[in-house]
Nanobody
Framework: QAQLVESGGGLVQPGGSLRLSCSAS????????MSWYRQSPGKERELVAF???????DYHSSVKGRFFMSRNDAQNTVALQMNNLRSEDTGIYYC?????????WGQGTQVTVSS
């Protein structure tokens, strides 16, 4: 199992940027697919982006071209660069680590996009 800690959330105006980070307590390579989920007010948790151990990355259609995910296996971290933020990006963002035998979640970090 991996203990995950997110950081980097906050309040930003529409059009602004934030960078989220997720630090794992143990090695994430080659065991884990790492993902970012978000839960917006009144909505179910949804997958925002993921990166496999092999480096394949994909995004929710609503964030393609604006969000960019990366992983640093040497430091056991993943990041989510969020650009051109919109009000609908508001929510709690969770880091997720999934292996063949476990799924782990961080505690979440709040992102609020508002003028």
């Amino acid at each position: 199992q991996a203990q995950l800690v997110e950081s980097g959330g906050g309040l930003v105006q529409p059009g602004g940027s934030l960078r989220l980070s997720c630090s794992a307590s143990s090695s994430i390579y080659p065991y884990y697919t790492m993902s970012w989920y978000r839960q917006s007010p009144g909505k179910e948790r949804e997958l925002v982006a993921f990166v496999t151990a092999g480096g394949t990355i994909d995004y929710h259609s609503s964030v393609k071209g604006r969000f960019f995910m990366s992983r640093n296996d040497a430091q056991n971290t993943v990041a989510l660069q969020m650009n051109n933020l919109r009000s609908e990006d508001t929510g709690i963002y969770y880091c997720n680590a999934k292996s063949a035998s476990s799924t782990d979640w961080g505690q979440g970090t709040q992102v609020t996009v508002s003028s």
